[in-house]
């Protein structure tokens, strides 16, 4: 690790081929993006141009083709699938349009997932729902609160530990304008706070939440 590096996240020359032989497709084409501490950046672009394969990417999910990432300067582009998901669980906060919680736990146990996973003590989680707005609520079970409140818990699951980038892809597709106001808010706040955070939408409304826009299409960072 590199701590004098001034960025959480860093894409240098990103590069990623899905499928192979005369289906290969391109779906990112030398990508280099840099997101600062307290930064929200919003990457805008048409269906197919390579938004959530970015997102992907730069949350290990998926290894790039050739390039590199880095977290806080340390390069984590080819670890191994155990190891990309101990960063993620460590470094790393994922919230998708589907919020992914296990409908078997409260909205508390599914916060203090990572952790658990990790066998760090659960602590904090209370503190985290609030500060999502979620307060009081933590016995709750995913099928007992809104879909805006279930996406919020989503947000305190990947925000809890010491987690410093935040990655978000259509995080309010399937909520009302309220709610979806409500849980960008709560996005925008947790990076004023100091995270990282990058944001995938086609939506510009969305997009008017973040620090910075930038556009892709065809692989490319226009």
Known sequence: MSPASPYPLEL?????????????????????????????????????????TLIHVAGLLRPPTSGRVLLDGAD???????????????????VFQNCNLVPTLTLAENVALPLELDNVPAVGIAEALTRVGLEGMGGRFPDEVSDGQAQLAAIARAL???????????????LDQTTG????????????????????????????????VVRMRDGRLL
Do not use: F, Y
């Open 12 to 52: 240098q020359g990103v590069s990623c081929l899905l499928g192979s032989g005369e289906r290969a497709v391109i779906a990112l084409d030398e990508v280099s993006l840099t997101v600062s501490p307290g930064e929200l950046v919003a990457v805008m672009g048409p269906s197919g141009s390579g938004k959530s």
């Open 76 to 94: 984590v582009s080819h670890l191994t699938r155990a190891r990309a998901a101990e960063a993620r669980r460590r470094r790393i906060g994922l």
């Open 160 to 174: 809890i530990g010491p987690r410093t980038v935040l990655l978000a892809d259509e995080p309010t597709g399937d």
């Open 181 to 212: 106001n409500q849980v960008l808010s709560t996005l925008r706040r947790c990076v004023d706070a100091g995270g990282a955070g990058l944001l995938v939408t086609h939506d510009p409304e969305v997009a008017d939440w973040a620090h910075r």
